[in-house]
């Protein structure tokens, strides 16, 4: 029972955490913030968590896990190979998160990276998985050197439209989806195009 307790505990304050991170970035992520957001009393996350550091780090994992979830939520609701693609674009840039908090607060993390190796390792297990997802999309129509430069191009796109949105771009969630699309129609053929607009999803090659 105090084990199922602490892990509720440990769980609120994740979500806690988050939620300062969303509005404050990496930099505002304070023990105490974490603390009166959950309600709890300050000094509590010692109890919970070794240090701050392992509290965000798993306030990171859990924001990566909720928008990979939102991801495969989406795909799950696709019937071809192109709206698969479209799904994973559009989770991408959640409804309630394209915002320049949220932005701000996702750039201060890729900076971490540099002298975090925690936080490179999701980072990079999160460009993994976007990969994953987009060679499942695209399988059996590109070969290995066309699925890394769709990869990268796609990838690279929405991590840079995050950062124009750190910086203060007004861009909207629609203009970012679709820019992201055309750039993915052109790095196609007009025939691959419609291949992956008429193939049923779970189509084996």
């Not at 306030?59 to 799904?87: C, G, P």
């Not at 499942?136 to 929405?158: M, N, Q, T, V, Y």
């Amino acid at each position: 029972m105090r084990k199922r307790i602490d892990e509720i505990r440990r769980a609120e304050l994740i979500e806690a955490a988050h939620r300062v991170f969303l509005r404050e970035g990496l930099p505002g992520l304070t023990t105490a913030r974490i603390c009166k957001e959950a309600g709890m009393s300050p000094g509590i996350l010692a109890y919970y968590f070794k240090g701050k550091d392992e509290v965000l780090y798993a306030m990171v994992r859990f924001n990566n896990r909720l928008l990979m979830e939102d991801v495969i939520a989406r795909m799950r609701q696709a019937a071809t190979s192109w709206q698969r693609l479209e799904a994973i674009v559009e989770g991408n840039f959640p409804a309630t998160a394209f915002n320049r908090n949220v932005a701000t607060a996702w750039l201060s993390v890729c900076a971490a990276t540099n002298t975090n190796r925690n936080y490179e390792r999701l980072q990079r297990l999160f460009h993994r998985r976007i990969a994953s997802n987009l060679a499942s999309a695209f399988a059996g129509l590109l070969d290995k050197r066309r699925l890394r430069e769709a990869s990268l191009s796609i990838a690279g796109l929405i991590d840079g439209l995050w950062l124009r949105k750190a910086v203060g771009d007004d861009i909207g969630r629609e203009e970012a989806i679709a820019t992201v699309l055309r750039n993915l129609v052109a790095l196609l053929s007009a025939e691959e195009v419609d291949a992956l607009r008429r193939r049923p999803y779970g189509f084996a090659p």
